[in-house]
């Protein structure tokens, strides 16, 4: 399990991959290293799960091609971006 931060300004991305025979504690103590604001933006596997995550802008929003697949509603539901992309 390995996680890292790359810098590509303005976009900060998170990095984390999950390697065979990991457990969930590996898997949770990484995820600690990720902002709470940070988007899934997405995920890459053969045999290890690598998932990106990235910082959300100043806004507190993604902006429109920022890259964000979903996004939460005010009430809470789960609702695509890929049209605003």
């Known amino acids: 399990m390995t996680a890292s931060r790359v810098e590509r300004p303005p976009l900060v991305n998170h990095k984390l991959i999950v390697t065979a025979g990991a457990i969930a504690s590996d898997v949770s103590s990484a995820l600690v290293t990720v902002p709470a604001d940070a988007i899934f933006v997405d995920h890459y596997s053969d045999v290890d799960l690598m998932m990106v995550f990235r910082e959300a802008p ?28």
């Open 58 to 85: 100043a806004t507190g929003r993604p902006a429109r091609g920022y890259g964000a697949r979903f996004t939460t509603t005010p009430a809470g539901d789960v609702a695509s971006t890929a049209a605003q992309l």
